[in-house]
């Protein structure tokens, strides 16, 4: 059973703030790990298990995703 990724009003802003910051360096990784960042989350509605639980809710419905950090080369 496939569930609703729904992104909140915050998780956009803080993609647009990490994307912002990145593009200052390079605007094409930028957009490259937007969108790789946005591709992992897409996959959770069909695999809703795959993020973990976040610690600060202890709700199983409610999961995140830790993803690489941005490291300037």
Same mark, same amino acid.
């Given at each position: 059973m496939a569930y609703k990724l729904t992104w909140s009003p915050l998780s956009r802003d803080d993609l647009r703030d990490i994307? +912002?910051?990145?593009?200052y360096d390079?605007?094409?990784?930028?957009?490259?790990?937007?969108? +790789?960042?946005i591709a992992h989350a897409d996959r959770l509605p069909e695999h809703p298990e795959s993020g973990r639980v976040v610690p600060e809710y202890h709700l199983p419905h409610i999961r995140?995703?830790?993803y690489r950090p941005y490291r300037i080369v």
């Open positions: 994307v +912002r910051y990145i593009s390079s605007p094409r990784r930028a957009q490259a790990f937007a969108l +790789r960042l995140e995703i830790i």
